[in-house]
């Protein structure tokens, strides 16, 4: 099923994403933890890309045995990063046939953390060309495009970055899921500054639960100097252990979860990092077995 029309269906979605494993030994691991979230229902998941095209060959391998073995609605990662526009279009061929509808279409990091964004010669630039590219030669699929509540580290013009983001959904872009987050008022005011310029495609709100101090420095890395708010700050500073800062963080997250529910969202994707552990949490804090529950209390 194509993710816009779980959007209409639904009050507000539930997503997980997944990343390929790098080893053979990881694949059992990643589908004994996905088998451990089956049981929530969720609406869809997504399968991530590698940086420079790292994983290309193992994300379309997931994404294959999630939608065949398991029967989730799947929607794969497409970036322009070392892609010809010919080799995408083989890509979307690819999982045309096998029957998928969906996509997230990005532009991608580059390769390297210390190189800058380079377009690849016959590639495309920027996300909004990727996005008008599958729409006009795949006019069947579903596009996601990625939001940044918090800015997008490489415009600082919080108003041209509104701009780019319009770009792609008028580009053809069917809805928006955005960068995680930990203050939902960050969320609540990027919507409302979305629609304030014209943005009207469905947002869906990202959220990764902190498990441990390692990974709240890592996750301010990987999003730019994403804003800890100072409760969340002191909760896990004041842990005695990485036992209590993943308590601590689940129980945020589980708080953030709740809030967005009840103001109804569109949709919540949960980034599990290949693990069931935290998200399993997040339901049974919140007294729900199933994502249909959350609608249902």
Not at 5 to 30: A, C, M, R, V, Y
């Amino acid at each position: 099923m194509k993710v816009k029309d779980l959007l209409d269906q639904t009050p507000t979605t539930f997503s997980f994403e997944f990343f390929p494993p790098k080893s053979e030994d990881g694949w059992e691991n990643l589908f004994n933890n996905i088998s451990k979230l089956l049981p929530l229902k969720p609406s869809y998941v997504s399968v991530t890309y590698g940086a420079g095209g790292s994983t290309r060959h193992r994300t379309h391998e997931l994404v294959v045995r999630i939608h065949k073995e398991l029967g989730l609605t799947v929607v794969p990662h497409l970036t322009c990063v070392g892609s010809t526009k010919d080799e995408i279009a083989k890509i979307m061929e690819r999982y045309q046939k096998e029957g998928i509808e969906n996509v997230l279409a990005l532009r991608g990091d580059a390769p390297d953390d210390n190189e800058k964004w380079t377009k690849t010669e016959g590639g495309f630039e920027y996300a909004c060309e990727l996005v008008a590219f599958i729409r006009k030669n795949f006019p069947d699929f579903c596009i996601g495009v990625a939001g940044f509540p918090e800015g997008h580290p490489e415009t600082p013009n919080r108003l041209v970055e509104l701009d780019h983001l319009k770009a792609k959904v008028d580009a053809g872009a069917d809805y928006i899921v955005t960068q995680f987050f930990f203050a939902n008022q960050d969320f609540y005011d990027y919507q409302e500054r979305c629609s304030l310029a014209g943005i009207e495609a469905p947002i869906i709100a990202g959220i990764m639960p902190i498990i441990s101090t390692q990974g709240m420095h890592r996750m301010s890395e990987l999003a730019a100097g994403s804003r800890i708010p100072a409760p969340l700050y002191r909760l896990i500073t004041r842990a005695v252990n990485e036992e209590y800062v993943e308590h601590a963080g689940v129980h945020w997250a589980s708080e953030q979860v709740r809030d967005l529910v009840e103001n109804q969202v569109r949709g919540i994707h949960f980034y599990t990092l290949n693990r069931s552990n935290a998200t399993l949490r997040i339901y049974q804090s919140l007294g729900v077995k199933n994502s249909k529950q959350f609608l249902e209390t």
